[in-house]
């Protein structure tokens, strides 16, 4: 479908912009669809709530927010010049190195200018005789595309938990995937953490560090292991840059991470 600047449609006087795809997030995925769809020669344009790109990465502030993928592995593949031109500092990355490497990569390959920011779907609709989506924003206007593309992930809603009585408390509360960006100093006070998952296993230490005391309710336990996170080395970096074709291979082949043991991985996959 060749797309045009707008369709023979209009809502009102003002013509209906036509896409070939309509991407919603801006996150990791969102970014990776808006680059291949691009040089597949298509017109696509991307939907992102937020005022920057990131998805995950922008919304989760929350304190010790990181990665639990080697930074290496969290990294796209698309260009032999991006494992060059970006270093990653740590074995697994803090949540400001990702958010800044997403950013790195939206203005490097130019993708930011097919972006609209704070901007939110309201609606979508097919239109099957047309073979078209319509969708609309909390703008208040409306675009048209031949593919509808969802980039939100399993993250982007953060779930409230349900606990009678809740209304009631007078205190600041805060959810880890609306942290406030400025961020939050405990210093000298009393916290209540409800939940021991991933980002809670990463922010209690850190909030304890700073509060007069933690209490944390935890319905059913988490299994967790040491990350040994550590500096990554030039070493490392120039042999995940040497090997990087037969990593993707097997990546692809085994559906699995090997990078720290792919023997084990192999056997595994077989």
């Keep these: 479908m060749a797309a045009t600047d707008a369709s023979n449609t209009t809502a009102g006087d003002t013509p209906i912009p036509e896409y070939d795809a309509i991407v919603i997030g801006a996150g990791m995925s969102g970014i990776y669809q808006l680059y291949r769809l691009r040089e597949l020669g298509m017109r696509v344009r991307v ?28 990294s796209y593949a698309w260009s032999e010049e991006l494992l060059h031109t970006w270093r990653w500092t740590e074995k697994y990355a803090t949540q400001p190195e990702i958010l800044a490497y997403a950013r790195f990569v939206a203005e490097t390959y130019d993708l930011r200018p097919l972006i609209a920011f704070e901007t939110a779907v309201q609606t979508a609709s097919f239109d099957a ?6 969708i609309a924003t909390d703008r208040g206007d409306s675009i048209r595309a031949r593919f509808l593309i969802m980039a939100t992930g399993c993250l982007s809603m953060p779930r409230e938990p349900d606990i009678a ?32 998952g991933s980002s809670a296993i990463q922010s209690i230490p850190i909030i304890a560090a700073q509060a007069a005391h933690v209490t944390v309710f935890q319905r059913t336990p988490n299994f967790s292991v040491p990350a ?20 993707l291979r097997m990546l692809r082949g085994t559906g699995m991470d090997v990078t720290e043991a792919p023997g084990a991985a192999q056997r595994a996959a077989a």
């Excluded at 995950?56 to 927010?65: E, L, Q, S, V």
């Excluded at 005789?129 to 319509?134: D, K």
């Design 47 to 74: 939907l992102e709530a937020g005022s920057n790109v990131g998805g995950t990465w922008y919304w989760n502030r929350y304190p010790g927010c990181r990665c639990d993928i080697p930074s290496l592995s969290y």
């Design 129 to 134: 005789a047309a073979n078209l989506w319509t």
């Design 165 to 196: 009585g809740a209304d009631r408390f007078e205190g600041p509360t805060y959810h880890t995937g609306r942290w406030p960006h400025a961020g939050v100093d405990f210093t000298g006070q009393r916290v209540a953490v409800i939940g021991t």
């Design 228 to 247: 040994n996170n550590r500096p990554l080395t030039d070493e490392e970096r120039g042999a995940w840059i040497e090997n990087h074709a037969n990593y």
